[in-house]
C-alpha cells in the first residue's frame, strides 16, 4: 500500500454532494442546532480563524504584488474584494453563532 493510496476518498460523489449539502444546511440554520452543536460549530470557527488569516494574507500579498507588477487596478481589486467578503463571511458566520447562543441563554 502505497503513500497516496492512504489518502485516497472513501465516498462517492453522490455521497459527498449530501454530505456537503447537509454540512451547509445545518451551519445555516443554526436555530435548529443543539447548544453543544453550536458551541462545536464555535469552537471550529474560532479554530479556523488561523487558516482564514493566512488566506487573507495569500490574497492580499498576491493584490499587492500584481498592483507592483502593473498587472491592472481589474486585479488587484477584484483580489482585495475577494479577501474582504472571507473575512466578512466568516465574521457574520460567527456573530450568527454567537447571537444564536446568547439568545438561548437569555430565553431559558
Known amino acids: 500500500m502505497g503513500f497516496f493510496n492512504r489518502f485516497k476518498p472513501q465516498l ?9 449539502q447537509a454540512a451547509r444546511s445545518s451551519s445555516k440554520d443554526h436555530a435548529k ?3 453543544e ?9 474560532k479554530a479556523q480563524k488561523t487558516i482564514t488569516a493566512l488566506v487573507i494574507g495569500v ?3 498576491l493584490a499587492v504584488w500584481s498592483a507592483t507588477h ?3 487596478f481589474a486585479l ?9 467578503w472571507i473575512a466578512h463571511k ?16 437569555t430565553v431559558g
Open 59 to 61: 490574497v492580499i500579498g
Open 33 to 35: 442546532m443543539t447548544r
Open 37 to 45: 452543536e453550536l458551541e462545536a460549530e464555535e469552537k471550529k470557527m
Open 90 to 105: 466568516n465574521s457574520q458566520n460567527l456573530k450568527s453563532v454567537r447571537a444564536e447562543i446568547s439568545r438561548r441563554d
Open 12 to 20: 462517492r460523489a453522490e455521497e459527498l454532494f449530501s454530505a456537503t
Open 76 to 84: 488587484t481589486g477584484m483580489l482585495l474584494l475577494f479577501a474582504c
Open 70 to 72: 502593473h498587472k491592472g
